[in-house]
């Protein structure tokens, strides 16, 4: 071995035990961080760019070998460049660059997106029974690519998942693309889309069966709210899944359209149905300021024959009211909106020197349009009551009363139990008249409405209000539940339960033939479920409408249980500086 050899491998050597101290980077993992910046894009761009990139999974980490890195920001850049395509950037550039800190190391992208690719010439057709499908029509104007649109891939596939999915909603059951392309001229920056689908012919619906059912087949039938021979649509079929379910007749409904039993594009529906417990019983235990400790008991017979029929009775006892009632209720045409009803109910009360024993029997005629909810009543009531150290007097009567109640709402995404926006609407008129089974002749009427509005992601305004007026002849002969009061959790706030009215000559309020009742409320929530509130009330109950308002001030808390709003409120009656802050505790929705 010559000693210029010996000499070569020896440079060598001692070159190989320098490198350490001449780049400790490149060859040892140091022990700095990886971080990631994306430069030129933002919003949805930013947001892919960054899934496509593999180094993303080593972000906030360690940072490995310099050789990893160098190489996985290199695959970056044509990563990026992939994930820029769906939204028709087919021409963008990117570079890469790695900062090598003490503690931090970024691989820093620097992208230009370059021209954006437009619809050239599009082709969308349409072929089928389709054709003159209104729904379609409207589908295809709203969504469908025109020449000069950007071109975006992800908005073209929904475009495409669009037509599949209402024809499969409208009982297109052959629909089918019989061309769909897509062809992209990165030189100038223009797609070609030829797309045609034939929908094929419409499917009916076919004969309806249930399976396993109790009930008879003219109740269940009802249910039904779509013709054998009509156009198919999966919406009528939810619907009714959703009714049948909702009846509390069954513990379990399934709804099948038999595709692969289809004659002559009929297409055959399956119900099968589990019943529910025939019988309910329920023990409730709680607390209102307007009312007290109090128990409930009830019992429920889901249904009494095969029609259907069902009977309900509940107890409730407090220390202000006890009441008893049972109700025998027969499903009308449409079962999961209509009913009528024959009720009866004792209630005993004593409060504030107030004491009234109401016995009361009802028929009821009820119905629901979509929001709408309208109420007949004929109910013929006794009433023994009492005021203070008055003698007790009895009051009979025969009323006829309708009310209507408007719903509208909507909830926040991340908790169904808390309102967003809405409103409620509600109006109802009842009377009596002299000679027939009633004591006195009066009418009267009680409108109600409160709006819910979100002011933004924490705070929220709620606004209620109510009015009610009544006319009598003898307004002595009206007992208590006939006559207007104010006052307690649910009217106006920092007065205790029915608290406001006109009073006898022992102090002992009676009741008025007007009332009033309105608030204002801003409530914040601070974490989640948990709000609190600052409101004022204002209102009375009066003889004479130019009689003076009552109001008061306060602030609470709300919890958001899952079984709705619990509110703690504590209120001061501001024309009685002399009484102390009321405390309010209720619980129910928003609406």
Not at 101 to 122: K, L, S
Not at 515 to 542: H, Q
Request: contains cysteine; proline residues 4%.
């Amino acid at each position: 071995m010559s000693v210029r050899y010996v000499q070569g491998l020896l440079a060598i050597f001692l070159m190989l035990l320098s490198l350490p101290a001449l780049s400790q980077t490149s060859w040892q993992p140091p022990n700095a961080k990886l971080a990631i910046e994306i430069d030129g894009i933002e919003g949805a761009l930013l947001t892919n760019a960054r899934i496509f990139l593999s180094l993303t999974a080593l972000e906030g980490e360690k940072v490995p070998s310099i050789f990893r890195v160098r190489y996985l920001s290199r695959t970056g850049e044509q990563e990026i460049r992939s994930a820029l395509e769906p939204f028709g950037f087919y021409n963008a550039s990117v570079t890469s660059e790695i900062n090598e800190g003490e503690d931090i190391w970024t691989v820093r992208y620097v992208v230009d997106v370059g021209p954006v690719t437009t619809y050239n010439n599009v082709n969308v057709r349409l072929i089928g029974n389709a054709q003159n499908d209104t729904a379609f029509q409207k589908l295809i104007e709203s969504q469908q690519p025109y020449s000069g649109q950007v071109f975006n891939h992800q908005a073209y596939e929904r475009f495409k998942a669009s037509l599949r999915n209402l024809a499969a909603e409208r009982g297109y059951y052959d629909a089918t693309f019989t061309e769909h392309s897509v062809k992209v001229e990165t030189s100038q920056q223009l797609a070609d889309v030829s797309l045609v689908f034939d929908s094929g012919e419409r499917y009916l619906f076919g004969e309806t069966t249930f399976c396993c059912a109790f009930l008879g087949d003219s109740l269940l039938n009802r249910f039904i709210q779509y013709e054998t021979g009509e156009p198919f649509n999966t919406r009528a079929l939810l619907d009714l899944q959703v009714d049948l379910a909702g009846s509390d007749y069954f513990n379990r409904v399934e709804v099948s359209p038999q595709w692969q039993n289809t004659s002559d594009h009929h297409v055959p529906i399956d119900v099968a149905l589990t019943p529910n417990e025939r019988d309910r019983y329920q023990v409730g235990l709680g607390y209102g300021t307007d009312t007290g400790a109090r128990i409930t008991l009830g019992f429920d017979r889901r249904w009494v024959n095969d029609r259907g029929h069902r009977l309900s009775s509940v107890i409730r006892l407090s220390e202000v009211q006890n009441t008893g009632f049972v109700s025998y209720i027969i499903p009308g045409n449409n079962p999961a909106r209509d009913s009528y009803s024959f009720n009866g109910e004792i209630t005993d009360r004593s409060f504030e020197e107030q004491r009234s024993t109401l016995y009361r029997t009802s028929f009821k005629d009820l119905r629901h349009y979509d929001r709408w909810h309208r109420t007949y009543q004929l109910a013929y009531q006794r009433e023994d009551f009492a005021f203070g150290d008055e003698p007790t007097e009895s009051s009979n009567f025969l009323i006829p009363s309708v009310e209507w109640s408007l719903i509208e709402s909507s909830n926040l995404p991340a908790n169904r139990n808390i309102i967003d926006d809405g409103y409620r609407l509600s109006i109802m008129l009842q009377g009596g008249y002299d000679g027939a089974l009633s004591d006195t002749t009066f009418a009267s009427v009680k409108v109600g409405a409160k709006w819910i509005h979100r002011l933004n992601e924490s705070w929220r305004v709620l606004v209620r209000s109510e009015i009610g007026a009544l006319r009598a002849d003898n307004f002595e002969a009206l007992g208590p539940t006939l006559r207007f009061f104010a006052g307690g959790d649910h009217n106006v706030r920092g007065y205790a339960y029915q608290q406001l009215g006109p009073e006898n000559a022992d102090g002992v309020v009676v009741g008025g033939k007007y009332m009033t009742a309105s608030s204002v409320e801003v409530d914040y929530s601070f974490k989640p479920n948990w709000r609190v509130a600052l409101f004022t009330d204002i209102g009375n109950s009066m003889m004479q409408w130019d009689e003076g308002l009552k109001q008061s001030v306060g602030f609470g808390f709300r919890w958001v249980s899952p079984i709705g709003p619990v509110r703690l409120d504590l209120a001061m009656a501001l024309d009685e500086p002399s009484k102390p802050w009321r405390l309010h505790l209720t619980l129910g929705p928003d609406l």
